[in-house]
């Protein structure tokens, strides 16, 4: 039985990386398989539980990055690059990951690992869900916007021109116009956003200056 789940997850993610995730279908992943539709079925459900279960099948590649004798920071920046990395292979699972939530176990893995990191990190529990998403979302944001193009601009490059409207330049832009103009390094740029979260995760654990915990 687990065997053909995984087949059938295997096609699914071929899929995907070769026609884009909306040709993903129980239909297509049959063929790919070798069988009908409906014996799709009793190994992975539906078509909402095959998108979950992709999910999860990503979050398998995720976990290796933390281990348990890292300190807080090291899990959270391993978790992002490992992220970050898998989003350029498979860039349809960050928009995935975007529309559900994670419910598949490995998935869900996951998440708690992010908990975990912020728990030893100090901060407080009521907020440990709220900086999670912030995590996840910058994380995967970032990783779709270098795969899908938003920060890969090529020979046209729009943003040296885009505040030149028709009614006049905007004073926002041309204020900023010398440091626009620099083509930025995606990769440096990553590694400062998560030292700013990073800070604020130490800001949120010890609002008053306080000392980390121990073992950082």
Do not use: C, N
């Not at 992975?44 to 992709?54: N, P, Q, T, V, W």
């Not at 004798?69 to 860039?91: C, F, S, V």
């Not at 193009?149 to 116009?177: C, I, M, N, S, Y």
């Amino acid at each position: 039985m687990r065997d053909r789940k995984q087949e059938i997850l295997d096609a699914a993610v071929a899929i995907a990386d070769e026609l884009g995730l909306e040709a993903v279908s129980m239909r297509s992943v049959a063929d790919r398989v070798g069988v009908t539709p409906m014996a799709l079925y009793p190994h992975i459900g539906g078509k909402s539980a095959l998108l979950d279960a992709m999910v999860g099948r990503m979050g398998t590649g995720l976990l290796p990055a933390v281990a348990t004798d890292q300190t807080w920071r090291e899990q959270l920046y391993g978790l992002a690059r490992a992220a970050l990395q898998l989003t350029q292979r498979h860039p349809w699972w960050a928009t995935l990951a975007f529309e559900r939530p994670s419910v598949a176990p490995d998935a869900v893995r996951v998440t708690d690992a992010i908990y975990q990191a912020l728990l030893a990190a100090g901060v407080p529990e009521p907020d440990v869900p709220r900086l999670e998403r912030m995590f996840s979302t910058f994380v995967l944001g970032y990783g779709l916007s270098m795969a899908g193009g938003r920060f890969k601009a090529g020979d046209a490059d729009p943003r040296g021109t885009r505040w030149q409207l028709p009614e006049g330049p905007l004073p926002g832009h041309a204020h900023l116009v010398g440091w626009l103009s620099k083509t930025p390094d995606w990769e440096e740029e990553f590694t400062a956003d998560l030292a700013d979260i990073e800070r604020l995760i130490e800001a949120k654990a010890h609002p008053t200056g306080g000392s980390p915990p121990r073992g950082e």
